[in-house]
C-alpha cells in the first residue's frame, strides 16, 4: 500500500511539474519571437520576389517568343513574295521567249 500511495504521491507532483516544463517551452522569448517574424517577414519577402521575377520572366519569354515569331511570319512572307515574283518573271521569261521566235519553217 506504501508504494501505491508513493507511487500516487509522486504523479501528482510531476504532472503539474510537466505542463509547466510544456508551458516554458512553448512560450518563446521576446528576442526569439522578434527573431522568428523577422524571418517569417523575410521568406514572406523573398517568395513575392520571386513570384514577381517569374511573372516578368514568363513575360520577358512570351515577349520573345512572340517577337521570334513575328520575325519568321515576316521572313516566311518575304520569301514567300520572292518566289512569287521569281516565278511570275520566269513565266514572263517563257512567254516572251516563245513570242520573239519564229517556229522553224520547213523547207526555209
Known amino acids: 500500500m506504501k508504494k501505491f500511495a508513493f507511487a500516487a504521491l509522486a504523479m501528482s507532483l510531476c504532472a503539474p511539474l510537466a505542463a509547466h516544463a510544456r508551458l516554458t517551452t512553448a512560450v518563446q522569448s521576446p528576442q526569439s519571437l ?4 523577422l524571418n517569417g517577414a523575410r521568406q514572406a519577402g ?5 513570384t514577381r521575377r517569374q511573372a516578368a520572366m ?10 521570334r515569331k513575328g520575325v519568321t511570319t515576316r521572313r516566311d512572307a518575304a520569301i514567300s513574295a520572292y518566289t512569287n515574283k521569281k516565278n511570275q518573271l520566269d513565266q514572263s521569261r517563257q512567254q516572251a521567249k516563245s513570242l520573239t521566235t519564229m517556229p522553224s519553217m520547213p523547207g526555209m
Open 34 to 37: 522578434g527573431t522568428s517574424m
Open 46 to 50: 523573398e517568395n513575392d520576389v520571386n
Open 58 to 67: 514568363q513575360g520577358v519569354t512570351s515577349r520573345l517568343d512572340a517577337a
